[in-house]
């Protein structure tokens, strides 16, 4: 066993030892605790999670090794109130617990829902997921992630912004409108810059104006639904807002962006044939702005098979080809580096990109026994990320899971900048 995996293991079984003696005295009183409070958790829909983890490594291309991760996820979901339905997702959490570490607490979702004879409505902060490929998806636009949440499952690096929800439900057709009020940045790691330059997170204009369709067609022989974009592309431009001998000031910069969307989803026989594609235009018309990404095009196809009710293996082929591409040298150094690091940050590092992913998963042991191995890569420049991950149910509240996370290829490439913040990870749940 290596050094860095002897860390891993460390670090990961003082976690399972930290939060097996936190849950050892409420597990042992679980019965008299569930008769006492069934009914108050009934009235206001609580559910959670107490989580307590180890990362061998954060995502702050931090040196350091071992990150103790202590939060707590709550669900309030009340019975209806005056004919309203409201719902809220709150996490609180702290990355670094052996050291200084603050507790970052955030309001995920937020709103309230009714339904009006064939229309439904939703207002207030709320995390709307659109596509139906695996994992990725090209018209997932609307909402903001935290990359640098350090979490097993990275779908809980969503957070939703404020939103107006309309959906006209008639048969199998949906009519969706969304119009989102609120700006929630993502949140990117930054690796170290060089001496004199300076990065900031911009805000976007008129943030507000921000709005999304979608025609949804479900439970015939096809699923598929066609879908429009107009708001802030989540993936940021560079702008340079200042350059001279004091130093280097740059901006992610969020650009609007319009995108057209389309997926489907069907049954061959014992296969699940799915695919999604999206047309997104940019600020950059003519591909003349190098800060700027280009207009692209993003097509995923893929199929799933499942095997004895416990295994399923998932594959998809992934295409994006650049308009108005770019396949030179800026006789400004200075441009071309930061050119580069657009072009890595938006997967646009040749005209037509090539990759796929894959996803297998089993479980055993009645189901208690869960493992899973993620990869997603570019054939184009031979990058990759792969996450083997397995968990384990003690007992119906009582979870732990361990798992890996693997970055490879060349520093420019997308995956291959990511290479020092490979690490491992152990978890622990206690559910509520």
Not at 240 to 245: F, K, Q, R, T
């Amino acid at each position: 066993m290596s050094s860095s995996l002897r860390a891993i293991w460390k670090n990961s079984s003082l976690a399972i030892i930290l939060l097996g003696f936190c849950s050892g005295a409420v597990l042992a009183d679980e019965s008299t605790m569930e008769a006492e409070s069934a009914s108050w958790r009934e009235k206001i829909g609580l559910s959670g999670s107490f989580r307590l983890g180890e990362y061998y490594r954060d995502r702050s291309f931090s040196t350091e090794k071992g990150f103790l991760n202590g939060s707590v996820w709550g669900s309030f979901k009340p019975q209806e109130i005056v004919g309203f339905k409201p719902s809220v997702d709150l996490r609180a959490q702290a990355q670094n617990l052996t050291r200084s570490s603050s507790i970052d607490v955030n309001l995920r979702e937020a709103f309230v829902e009714k339904s009006v004879g064939a229309f439904d409505f939703r207002v207030g902060r709320q995390i709307a997921v659109w596509g139906r490929a695996d994992k990725v998806n090209p018209t997932d636009n609307l909402t903001s992630r935290d990359f640098s949440l350090l979490v097993t499952d990275d779908e809980d690096q969503r957070s939703g912004p404020f939103a107006t929800q309309v959906v006209y439900n008639l048969d199998s057709w949906r009519l969706i409108g969304i119009w989102q009020a609120e700006w929630r940045s993502p949140v990117f790691p930054l690796g170290a810059t060089p001496p004199g330059v300076a990065f900031s997170f911009g805000v976007p204009q008129n943030s507000h104006e921000q709005f999304a369709l979608k025609l949804d067609n479900s439970g015939g022989a096809i699923d598929w639904s066609v879908s429009f974009f107009h708001g802030v592309d989540r993936t940021p431009d560079l702008r340079v807002l200042s350059s001279g001998a004091a130093g280097t000031d740059i901006e992610l910069n969020f650009q609007k962006i319009d995108v057209l969307g389309a997926d489907f989803a069907t049954n061959l026989g014992s296969f699940g044939v799915r695919g999604e594609a999206s047309y997104t235009k940019t600020q950059d018309n003519g591909g003349t702005d190098p800060l700027t990404k280009n207009s692209n095009l993003f097509v995923v196809l893929g199929t799933d098979r499942s095997f004895y009710e416990t295994l399923n293996i998932n594959a998809q082929y992934l295409y994006r080809h650049t308009f108005e591409y770019f396949e030179g040298s800026f006789s400004d150094p200075n441009v071309s580096t930061l050119a580069l690091q657009v072009n890595i940050n938006a997967g646009q590092l040749s005209q037509n990109m090539h990759g796929a992913s894959l996803r297998i998963s089993h479980k055993a042991l009645n189901e208690t026994l869960e493992s899973e191995l993620t990869g997603v890569g570019w054939f184009t420049t031979q990058d990759y990320l792969l996450r083997p991950k397995v968990s384990y149910a003690f007992s119906d509240n009582f979870r732990g899971t361990l798992g890996i996370e693997i970055f490879q290829g060349n520093k420019s490439t997308y995956f291959g900048r990511l290479r020092s913040l490979s690490s491992g990870f152990a978890e622990v749940r206690l559910l509520f």
